[in-house]
């Protein structure tokens, strides 16, 4: 099986690209890549970004996509209106699973998108979705509201499925002792809960997502996918360690 993970590269492998391909070969699947990206970060500080060309975007797509049977598409990083643009152009006629995990500020503090692209990402990258991702400030964020009880988990999702998203989970809602994501489906609503982990680490979310696609693409259906990646973003989450000088990076095993 092939999954396609189009995002940034991070040279400490916690996040992005890098991350990606350490979820999949954990569970068995070949990665294919096309990065949209380079940053400079490690687990104390972001650095630089530097975009791709158009050109050498689209040849990577093309490599792929003429050559492999793609199972599963994931989308991260995608920076700004050129990238989202041409990934919208590849992507819009394909019936696979597609999982857009909208990343925006990394947890270190850098910018993964221009402020001026955010509108095209909502037009072109957000209807691609099977399921979009997003935390709850991602969430906030995309829609300009803030989770409150006037705006609930379920108005906000409403509002990303209302511009054109398939699926949402909105992950990430803190309790007092729980976190859980909302998720609503076509024609379903429901709450994952799980045991808060007081740990703040690098490439959560990015694991959340990867675990999604990689189900999605062994035809589990949404709710199996989410409940399996819930599971194995808690165990990398558990099981973080500080390797580097700052904060910690997931630990992935199958
Ligand atoms: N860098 C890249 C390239 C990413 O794709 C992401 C998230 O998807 C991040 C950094 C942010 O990771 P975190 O906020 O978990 O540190």
Do not use: W
């Amino acid at each position: 099986m092939n999954i396609l993970s189009i995002g940034g590269s991070d040279p400490s492998s916690g996040a992005g690209i890098q991350s990606d391909i350490r979820v999949f070969s954990a569970l068995g699947v070949h990665t294919l890549t096309v990065i949209t990206a380079i940053t400079s970060q490690n687990t104390s500080k972001f650095g630089m970004v530097e975009p791709v060309s158009s050109k050498i975007l689209q040849k990577q797509l093309e490599s792929v996509f003429s050559d492999f049977k793609i199972n599963g598409v994931k989308i991260g990083m995608v920076y700004n209106s050129k990238i989202i643009k041409i990934i919208h152009q590849q992507l819009k006629k394909l019936k696979i699973p597609i999982v857009v995990d909208p990343v925006i500020r990394s947890t270190t503090g850098g910018s993964l998108i221009e402020n001026n692209a955010r509108k095209d990402f909502q037009k072109y990258i957000v209807p691609l979705a099977t399921i979009i991702t997003p935390n709850k400030k991602e969430a906030e964020l995309l829609t300009k509201m803030k989770i409150s009880t006037k705006n609930t988990p379920e108005k906000v999702a409403k509002e990303i499925q209302n511009m054109g998203a398939k699926n949402v989970t909105i992950t990430g809602i803190e309790e007092k002792k729980k976190v859980s994501d909302f998720v609503l489906e076509k024609n379903s609503k429901y709450i994952i809960s799980g045991e808060k982990i007081p740990k703040i680490n690098h490439g959560s979310g990015c694991i959340h997502s990867a675990a999604v696609v990689y189900s999605l693409a062994k035809k589990k259906s949404i709710k199996e996918s989410l409940y399996f990646a819930k599971k194995f973003t808690y165990k990398s989450i558990k099981n973080a360690k500080k390797i580097g000088k700052g904060i910690a990076i997931t630990d992935i095993q199958s």
